[in-house]
Nanobody, 123 residues
Framework: QVQLVESGGGLVQAGGSLRLSCAAS????????MGWFRQAPGKEREFVAA????????YYSDSVKGQFTISRDNAKNTVYLQMGSLKPEDTAVYYC????????????????WGQGTQVTVSS
């Protein structure tokens, strides 16, 4: 069992940056690949970024490639999402998730989910 708690969300102006964190419980964090998803009002949850258990491999959606960076610190049981050049369309609830797969980008490939953190980008 893995419990995930996101933090770092908030209100930011367009063009600004935020770093989201996701802290995981348990000693087996390094066994999981991790991902970030987001859900905007009235829209389905969409994949944002994923990282392999050792941080070597990463994968991004086309909408955030070059704008967001995912990273992890297995010693701290934490995964991060550095978000830059934020736009109003990045406004959403951001979720982190853990998967037993090597690298995953589909909702159903993830086994554990956090509660989410709100990111609001004002124009």
């Amino acid at each position: 069992q893995v419990q995930l708690v996101e933090s770092g969300g908030g209100l930011v102006q367009a063009g600004g940056s935020l770093r989201l964190s996701c802290a995981a419980s348990g000693r087996t964090f390094s066994r999981y690949s991790m991902g970030w998803f987001r859900q905007a009002p009235g829209k389905e949850r969409e994949f944002v970024a994923a990282i392999s258990w050792n941080g070597v491999s990463t994968y991004y959606s086309d909408s955030v490639k070059g704008q967001f960076t995912i990273s992890r610190d297995n010693a701290k049981n934490t995964v991060y999402l550095q978000m830059g050049s934020l736009k109003p369309e990045d406004t959403a609830v951001y979720y982190c998730a853990a998967s037993v797969r090597v690298l995953a980008y589909k909702n159903y490939e993830y086994d554990y989910w956090g509660q989410g953190t709100q990111v609001t980008v004002s124009s």
